[in-house]
């Protein structure tokens, strides 16, 4: 897992890398001025100041820290002969402050709107030109600076973050910029939006089982422009037999349905009969299927905005009850009560609708479910029962066969062990086993022999006493 620190570092070096591209494209059509220069800053002595507070002095450490790095693209024109004239001023920046990393934070605190103030003004060098200057910082702005009014003359600024999901969000602070001036300091390009909503996709793959996916919410969710949502959906649906694009209510969903069969296609029909045709017990599944998915895709776009609409309200009501809680006036009180009783009855009235939106999608869901399982069915071709049992009959008959040939052989092994002996050959066995019999007695009449004279001299021994005694 990365520290904060390489964190940082590793955002500095993407941002910086992406609005230099983005700058050096846009000179002389969204940047004003026929010849530019470019100049590259850094805060790396403020680094080293907070690295001395700190008694820190390790070179590899410093190397390993954002320096706060940044460049400025100045825009000339020429005046008569030898003049020039500064047209425009644009500014890459980092703003990192070091403290948090130096000491060990692993969640550095987001910039505030003094910090950003001050980063800014440093960077203004000539008031008179127009000035876009682009900030980012590794971990992020509070949300006060988002709408915050810098109050900058002849500046405009651009707050870059990294997302914690991927990607980068690109805002201004106060009043509305111009989305040319704001993809500038959009390091992350076209493919990359793509490979995002591609990932996305693929981690919402089982909303597509049960609804469908919407261009304008997830535009919303990944804030990327929804016709680049779209043109993601379209090669998804491209690349994927089973995906399907359908266009309702201004919005495009991407849902789930069935690999259409080419040589089942019948354009001939009438809008009754493909209206019919969906219920009916015959005709096409799979088109079937793609019309339901299509209807219960638009379905559940409906519910979920439905869910948000209620989630809103919901909201407004807690902040009214609240409200009414701190006000000390009747009139006020009352007034507060009467809206809050609209504001329930609306809240019971959206719950009703979400009921009926979630009891037809189930209702079409189950539908889809039986006309797939009869699509899998069809097509998997099983055989008859008749196929069946031939092919067990056969397969008990090739058994038996097959035990019978084992045994014979069995009997032909033995039977062929037993003959292949000669005559002659069975007498020397029989004399070889005979004399292995011999070799066998003798040895055993020797150990006999040589075991009794220990037994006769130990029994004269005993009665040796005995006679003298006598």
């Given at each position: 897992?990365?520290?904060a620190a ?5 955002v500095e070096?993407?941002?910086?890398a ?5 700058l050096k494209?846009?000179?002389g059509r969204?940047?004003s001025?026929k010849w ?8 790396a002595?403020a680094?080293r ?6 008694r820190?002095?390790?070179r590899?450490?410093?190397s390993?820290l ?10 000339y024109?020429?005046?008569f ?10 500014v890459?920046s980092?703003l ?5 990393l130096l000491d060990?934070?692993e969640?550095p ?6 910090e950003?103030?001050?980063?800014v003004?440093?960077?203004v ?10 900030v980012c910082?590794?971990?992020g702005?509070e949300e006060s600076v ?13 707050l ?10 690109v805002?201004?602070t106060?009043?509305?910029?111009d989305e040319r001036l ?13 490979a ?5 996709i693929?981690?919402?793959?089982t909303?597509?089982?049960?609804g469908?996916?919407s261009?304008d919410s997830?535009?919303?969710r ?10 993601a959906f ?5 690349q994927d ?6 266009r309702?209510?201004?919005?495009v969903?991407?849902y789930r349905?069935a690999?259409?069969?080419p ?9 009754a009969?493909?209206?019919k045709?969906l219920?009916?017990?015959e005709?096409?599944?799979?088109k ?13 776009g ?14 407004r009501?807690?902040?009214m009850?609240e409200?009414g ?6 009139v ?7 809206q809050?009783?609209h504001?329930?009855?609306d809240?019971s009235?959206c719950?009703t609708s979400?009921?009926i939106?979630?009891k037809q ?8 479910h039986?006309l ?19 092919a ?6 090739m ?9 014979l052989v069995?009997?032909?092994e033995v ?18 086993e005979g004399d292995?019999?011999?070799t ?9 022999a040589?075991?009794?004279?220990p037994s006769?001299a130990?029994g004269?021994?005993?009665?040796g006493?005995a006679?003298a005694e006598?």
């Amino acid at each position: 897992m990365k520290t904060a620190a390489e964190h940082a570092l590793e955002v500095e070096s993407a941002f910086l890398a992406g609005a230099a591209a983005n700058l050096k494209a846009a000179e002389g059509r969204v940047i004003s001025g026929k010849w530019f220069r470019r100049a590259d800053h850094d805060r790396a002595e403020a680094l080293r100041a907070a690295m001395i507070d700190r008694r820190m002095f390790e070179r590899e450490r410093l190397s390993r820290l954002p320096h706060g790095r940044g460049f400025t693209v100045r825009g000339y024109e020429r005046r008569f002969f030898f003049g020039k004239k500064l047209r425009s001023v644009a500014v890459a920046s980092v703003l990192c402050p070091p403290g948090p990393l130096l000491d060990g934070s692993e969640n550095p605190p987001p910039v505030t709107l003094a910090e950003l103030s001050a980063h800014v003004r440093e960077l203004v060098t000539d008031g008179k030109a127009p000035h876009l200057i682009g900030v980012c910082s590794p971990s992020g702005f509070e949300e006060s600076v988002y709408l915050a009014n810098l109050d900058l003359h002849n500046v405009r600024v651009v707050l870059i973050a990294p997302r914690p999901g991927g990607g980068w969000r690109v805002a201004s602070t106060g009043r509305h910029l111009d989305e040319r001036l704001m993809r500038i300091f959009d390091p992350e390009d076209v493919g990359e939006k793509v490979a995002r909503v591609r990932r996305e996709i693929e981690s919402r793959r089982t909303d597509l089982l049960t609804g469908g996916l919407s261009a304008d919410s997830m535009a919303r969710r990944l804030e990327l422009p929804q016709l680049l949502v779209r043109q993601a959906f379209e090669a998804a649906a491209r690349q994927d037999d089973e995906l399907r694009v359908s266009r309702q209510d201004g919005d495009v969903y991407l849902y789930r349905g069935a690999p259409a069969d080419p040589g089942k296609e019948n354009d001939s029909m009438s809008l009754a009969e493909w209206i019919k045709s969906l219920f009916s017990r015959e005709g096409d599944e799979a088109k079937k299927i793609n019309v339901l998915a299509e209807r219960r895709a638009a379905l559940s776009g409906r519910l979920d905005r439905m869910y948000d609409d209620i989630a809103r309200l919901e909201k407004r009501e807690a902040d009214m009850v609240e409200e009414g809680r701190k006000q000390t006036s009747q009139v006020a009180k009352r007034r507060l009560a009467s809206q809050i009783a609209h504001l329930r009855k609306d809240i019971s009235r959206c719950n009703t609708s979400a009921s009926i939106l979630s009891k037809q999608i189930n209702i079409i869901s189950t539908h889809i479910h039986n006309l797939e399982l009869a699509r899998t069915g069809t097509a998997a071709e099983m055989p008859t029962s008749e196929e069946l049992t031939e092919a067990a009959v056969n397969a008990e008959e090739m058994l038996e066969q097959l035990s019978a040939n084992d045994e014979l052989v069995t009997g032909l092994e033995v039977g062929l062990a037993e003959t292949s002996i000669s005559e002659d050959e069975a007498a020397i066995l029989k004399e070889l086993e005979g004399d292995a019999a011999t070799t066998k007695s003798t040895n055993v009449s020797s150990k006999s022999a040589d075991a009794a004279p220990p037994s006769r001299a130990s029994g004269q021994k005993d009665r040796g006493p005995a006679q003298a005694e006598g």
